[in-house]
Nanobody
Framework: VQLQASGGGLVQTGGSLKHSCAAS????????MGWYRQAPGKERELVAR???????YYADFAEGRFTLSRDVEKNTISLQMISLKPEDTAVYYC?????????????WGQGTQVTVSS
């Protein structure tokens, strides 16, 4: 599975950005899809994820500011971010998990840079 992500950019504090991600295959084939981020010098962390049955989880820092949307049939997700803060500066990665013969396999997009200036 290949993930093609787009979005990101440079915004000022309080601004908004939107990420999009599309998988190379369609048809209800992916289990979880979501977004992670990695700031300089820090570990990669979960931002938000959606299960195939529509349950969405947000990290505490994303709750109320970020909105994840998913099309399970088309295997696409988007992440709308508002009220951005300098601490949101990071590379954002699209992630998908596929279950194959009972084992889960993770796939990653190429990463998109988000820079929030103060």
């Amino acid at each position: 599975v290949q993930l093609q992500a787009s979005g990101g950019g440079l915004v000022q504090t309080g601004g908004s950005l939107k990420h999009s991600c599309a998988a190379s295959e369609i048809g209800f084939s992916l289990d979880v899809m979501g977004w992670y981020r990695q700031a300089p010098g820090k570990e990669r962390e979960l931002v938000a994820r959606s299960s195939a049955d529509g349950i969405i989880y947000y990290a505490d820092f994303a709750e109320g500011r970020f909105t994840l949307s998913r099309d399970v049939e088309k295997n696409t997700i988007s992440l709308q971010m508002i009220s951005l803060k300098p601490e949101d500066t990071a590379v954002y990665y699209c992630n998908a998990r596929k279950i194959i013969l009972g084992s889960g396999y993770n796939y990653w997009g190429q990463g998109t840079q988000v820079t929030v200036s103060s």
